[in-house]
C-alpha cells in the first residue's frame, strides 16, 4: 500500500493487477504477444498489433524521454494541493511504449522535451500509486516533492 493513502487510487481489474503489483515493487510491466512483436502499454488482453490473446510480461527498465509535458498548478483532487506544480509527461520508455507519468522534481525548469527520466527507486516509488519518474542527475539527491 503507498505511504500516503490520501492519493486517488487506480482501480484494480484482471487486465492492470499484474502492472499495479508490479509498480508497488517500483517496477513497469509492459506487455506483447507471445508470438513477437512490440511491447505496448496499458495493460489490456488482446495485443493491439497481433490481436493474439497469448501475451508475456516484459519489466521495463525504468528508463526513457520526455516526449511531452505540462505543469499542473490546479490539481482535480485536494491530496495534491501542497505539491504544485505537478508535472504530468509524456514518456517514451527504452522499449518503445510510452505512457503518461508524473515527473519528480525540485527544479522544474530542468525538465525539458527530450530529458532523460527513470523510475523512482524503491521505497520512493510505493509513495505514488502510478508510474513516477525523475531526472537521473536528481538520484541520491532529490528525495521527491513533499
Request: charged share 20%; proline share 10%.
Amino acid at each position: 500500500m503507498n505511504e500516503h493513502s490520501s492519493y486517488p487510487q487506480p482501480v484494480q481489474d484482471e487486465d492492470n493487477a499484474a502492472f499495479l503489483s508490479a509498480w508497488r515493487e517500483g517496477k513497469i510491466l509492459l506487455q506483447r504477444s507471445r508470438s513477437g512483436g512490440p511491447v505496448y502499454f496499458y495493460p489490456r488482453p488482446i495485443c493491439p498489433y497481433t490481436g493474439s490473446r497469448d501475451l508475456v510480461a516484459v519489466v521495463a527498465s525504468g528508463r526513457g524521454r520526455i516526449v511531452s509535458f505540462s505543469l499542473i498548478h490546479r490539481p482535480n483532487h485536494p491530496s495534491f494541493n501542497d505539491e504544485v506544480p505537478i508535472i504530468l509527461a509524456e514518456i517514451v520508455l527504452e522499449e518503445g511504449a510510452s505512457l503518461l507519468g508524473r515527473i519528480i522534481a525540485k527544479d522544474v525548469s530542468a525538465v525539458t522535451i527530450g530529458a532523460l527520466v527513470e523510475t523512482l527507486p524503491v521505497p520512493d516509488a510505493s509513495r505514488y500509486p502510478l508510474p513516477t519518474f525523475r531526472l537521473p542527475d536528481a538520484i541520491g539527491k532529490d528525495k521527491g516533492q513533499s
